[in-house]
Nanobody, 116 residues
Framework: QVQLVESGGGLVQPGGSLRLSCEAS????????MSWHRQGPGKERELVAG???????NYADSVKGRFTISRDNAKNTVYLQMNSLKPEDTAVYYC??????????WGQGTQVTVSS
């Protein structure tokens, strides 16, 4: 059973920071390109930040310079450090594991709310 378990969401004031974590089942983490996506109210799900299969990273233009994706292979965990948060960052954030050949998995999502 493949599982992705996200944590770290919450309510934060504009300008604040949060760090999201996504722990994956061992057998999927090592062979997957991991990424973070989000879906804001009334919006479609979008890519926020992710790793390619070669280990490079990419970011949505809206979060460049503010968000950082990282991973700890020993813990089968990928992180999303979010700084200088804005109200428009409010969304449910999802972890995704792309294991290739159409084999992909989603976490359950974690709510991030940026509000004063």
């Amino acid at each position: 059973q493949v599982q992705l378990v996200e944590s770290g969401g919450g309510l934060v004031q504009p300008g604040g920071s949060l760090r999201l974590s996504c722990e994956a089942s061992g057998r999927i983490f090592s062979r997957s390109a991991m990424s973070w996506h989000r879906q804001g109210p009334g919006k479609e799900r979008e890519l926020v930040a992710g790793y390619t299969y070669t280990g490079n990273t990419n970011y949505a233009d809206s979060v460049k310079g503010r968000f950082t994706i990282s991973r700890d292979n020993a813990k089968n965990t990928v992180y999303l450090q979010m700084n200088s948060l804005k109200p428009e960052d409010t969304a449910v954030y999802y972890c995704h594991a792309d294991a290739g050949l159409g084999d992909g998995y989603w976490g359950q999502g974690t709510q991030v709310t940026v509000s004063s």
